[in-house]
């Protein structure tokens, strides 16, 4: 699924729709997207590229999926989300680098 004529779409909700992958460039149109609900689906892994564009993320909602590991560079250009959600996941360990960038979480 690609978004590419949907550049204004600030509120993506996907929630809950079996998705288990979602193509890296899928998404990099979205410049203004401030919600992303990819929550209550079957995602194993998200593309360290796959939100480099999404500068003006606010909320990010990957909950509820099978996620057992998550690339270290995956949230590197989201210094203005303010929440994320990753419970109830498979994640067994977290390095604190996936963190580093995102100063505005509250």
């Known amino acids: 699924i690609y978004f590419n004529n949907l550049i204004r779409l600030e509120k993506l909700l996907l929630k809950s729709n079996q998705i288990s992958s979602i193509e890296k460039n899928s998404l990099k149109n979205l410049i203004y997207l401030e919600l992303l609900d990819l929550g209550d689906n079957c995602l194993f892994s998200i593309d360290a590229n796959l939100l480099s564009n999404n500068k003006k993320l606010l909320q990010l909602k990957l909950d509820f999926n099978v996620l057992s590991n998550i690339?270290?560079?995956?949230?590197?250009?989201?210094?203005?989300?303010?929440?994320?959600?990753?419970?109830?996941?498979?994640?067994?360990?977290?390095?604190?680098?996936?963190?580093?960038?995102?100063?505005?979480?509250?």
Do not use: G, P, Q
């Open 71 to 106: 690339d270290n560079n995956s949230f590197k250009n989201l210094a203005n989300l303010h929440e994320i959600y990753l419970n109830n996941n498979m994640l067994t360990k977290i390095n604190l680098e996936l963190f580093k960038n995102l100063t505005s979480l509250t």
